[in-house]
């Protein structure tokens, strides 16, 4: 199978280089709400990537970090409550407790990417 390459979104850098979409298997995102990770699944669609939920086997796992500070994360979330049908409120205090509780994934667990969640 080869791969071929799409433009990026306008005004937006690719999220991987040809040589990794030529490598990538399944990209899996763990990030509290607001993160960025529908808007980096977008990206990454854009990018050549098909979104579809299926188990995958013997593939190289690689995480794609989104490096978003909780604030913005927790401003987005809020945000969104009412302009979204499935928006809903969240309780600063114990969504902070989430990102507290969040250990960063680190290049020693294998492949990482870390994509800032503020673009």
Not at 4 to 24: E, M, Y
Not at 68 to 84: I, N, Y
Not at 98 to 112: H, K
């Amino acid at each position: 199978m080869g791969c071929d390459w799409t433009a990026p979104v306008a005004g937006q850098p690719r999220l991987l280089s040809h040589r990794q979409k030529c490598r990538v298997g399944v990209v899996l995102m763990c990030r509290p709400a607001g993160s960025g990770k529908s808007t980096v699944a977008r990206r990454l669609e854009a990018d050549g990537l098909v979104r579809q939920a299926a188990h995958a086997a013997c593939v190289t796992p690689e995480t794609m970090f989104i490096d978003t500070p909780p604030a913005v994360a927790l401003a987005r979330v809020e945000a969104r409550r009412h302009a979204h049908p499935d928006g809903f409120h969240v309780v600063p205090e114990p969504a902070a407790s989430y990102f507290d509780s969040f250990e960063r994934p680190s290049p020693d667990e294998g492949p990482l990417t870390i994509i800032s969640g503020t673009t």
